[in-house]
């Protein structure tokens, strides 16, 4: 029997702090998960639950002189935590690209979008300049941008918030990375090309075979492009599971009171269901659950200990108490 391929990405006990003088931040806790290829994962949660960093602990860009990453990383069966820096700079882009949440602050101003994409296609795969803006060109007719070869002239300001953000994506294909990594890419667009453009990443993932990470706070963003959903609450993955069966019936109190406050139109003329307090302070993180003081169902024993991860089906999993242990109910 022939051995099943190694993930795409593999994570185990990933934890990132970072460090100053004044003070230490756990921002991701015994993170776990693997990815396979051409997989989509989304990660769901609160800001500051720690999914920005997360994902770019994947590519290592969370600010070196005071970011201590511990456990084990592994993107296309490379080593990201002992990795020099120019090994980094050659995974960037070939194997593993991102795609920001603000493309005016991610693409450079003073260089037209054709050479942003052409200047990174030299870089990775050696071509010449006519090579690749013949591949620039691809790209944006790809990504769907009107009038493809006019914009590859154009500036990121004399393009719209939807086409700065299809130039993103393209800059981010233009090596044909395996692993795409997307930090909450259509906040700053509205709902109309919101939409555009989940549905073309999700075409893109599946006609490139990639697998895909991607960060949001909206379910509805989630329920479009995901295959599995991990919601992340204080540095820590609460709850795994299918997209379908986690949407269907969560099982953290967190991930229930995510759903129960997500804006739908079958809530016309009702309250909206709200989840009380606050996310903990990650300088200062409590001994037991991290949403203990803002659950309803908290018990003693939720403060003594971080629950461990409970499976009660294949493929699911929380970090809570009151959720049953497929492994415990296997042995009775």
């Known amino acids: 029997m022939?051995?099943?391929?190694?993930?795409?990405?593999?994570?185990?006990?990933?934890?990132?702090?970072?460090?100053?003088?004044?003070?230490?931040?756990?921002?991701?806790?015994?993170?776990?998960?693997?990815?396979?290829?051409?997989?989509?994962?989304?990660?769901?949660?609160?800001?500051?639950?720690?999914?920005?960093?997360?994902?770019?602990?994947?590519?290592?860009?969370?600010?070196?002189?005071?970011?201590v990453l511990k456990g084990t990383l592994r993107v296309a069966g490379r080593d990201v935590i002992g990795a020099s820096e120019a090994a980094m700079a050659d995974l960037r882009g070939s194997s593993v690209a991102m795609i920001?949440?603000?493309?005016?602050?991610?693409?450079?101003?003073?260089?037209?979008?054709?050479?942003?994409?052409?200047?990174?296609?030299?870089?990775?795969?050696?071509?010449g300049r006519a090579a690749a803006e013949a591949r620039a060109l691809e790209l944006l007719e790809l990504?769907?941008?009107?009038?493809?070869?006019?914009?590859?002239?154009?500036?990121?300001?004399?393009?719209?918030?939807?086409?700065?953000?299809?130039a993103m994506i393209a800059i981010a294909l233009s090596c044909r990375p395996k692993l795409l990594l997307a930090d909450e890419p259509t906040t700053a667009l509205d709902a109309t090309v919101q939409i555009q453009i989940l549905l073309l990443l999700r075409q893109l993932q599946q006609e490139l075979g990639m697998g895909v990470i991607f960060v949001t706070h909206d379910l509805g963003?989630?329920?479009?492009?995901?295959?599995?959903?991990?919601?992340?609450?204080?540095?820590?993955?609460?709850?795994?599971?299918?997209?379908?069966?986690?949407?269907?019936?969560?099982?953290?109190?967190?991930?229930?009171?995510?759903?129960?406050?997500?804006?739908?139109?079958?809530?016309?003329?009702?309250?909206?269901?709200?989840?009380?307090?606050?996310?903990?302070?990650?300088?200062?993180?409590?001994?037991?659950?991290?949403?203990?003081p803002r659950c309803a169902f908290a018990a003693e024993e939720c403060l003594a200990a971080v629950p461990s991860r409970r499976s009660p089906e294949p493929g699911r999993a929380a970090r809570c108490v009151r959720v049953p242990d497929l492994a415990l109910h296997a042995a009775a």
């Open 2 to 67: 022939s051995a099943s391929p190694a993930p795409l990405v593999h994570v185990r006990d990933l934890e990132v702090r970072f460090v100053s003088r004044d003070a230490t931040v756990h921002a991701v806790n015994g993170v776990d998960f693997d990815l396979a290829q051409g997989e989509s994962l989304c990660i769901l949660g609160e800001s500051g639950s720690g999914k920005s960093v997360t994902l770019r602990a994947l590519m290592r860009l969370n600010p070196p002189r005071r970011t």
């Open 221 to 292: 963003v989630a329920g479009e492009i995901a295959d599995r959903i991990a919601v992340m609450y204080a540095g820590r993955f609460i709850e795994e599971g299918p997209t379908e069966a986690l949407m269907r019936g969560p099982l953290h109190p967190y991930a229930q009171g995510l759903l129960g406050a997500t804006v739908h139109a079958g809530l016309r003329g009702q309250r909206l269901t709200t989840i009380p307090g606050a996310p903990p302070n990650l300088e200062r993180l409590p001994q037991g659950c991290a949403f203990a």
């Open 100 to 127: 920001f949440q603000e493309p005016m602050t991610a693409l450079d101003p003073v260089f037209t979008i054709g050479r942003q994409i052409t200047e990174t296609v030299i870089r990775h795969e050696g071509v």
């Open 143 to 166: 990504v769907q941008i009107p009038s493809a070869k006019r914009r590859l002239a154009a500036y990121p300001h004399e393009l719209s918030g939807g086409l700065r953000q299809r």
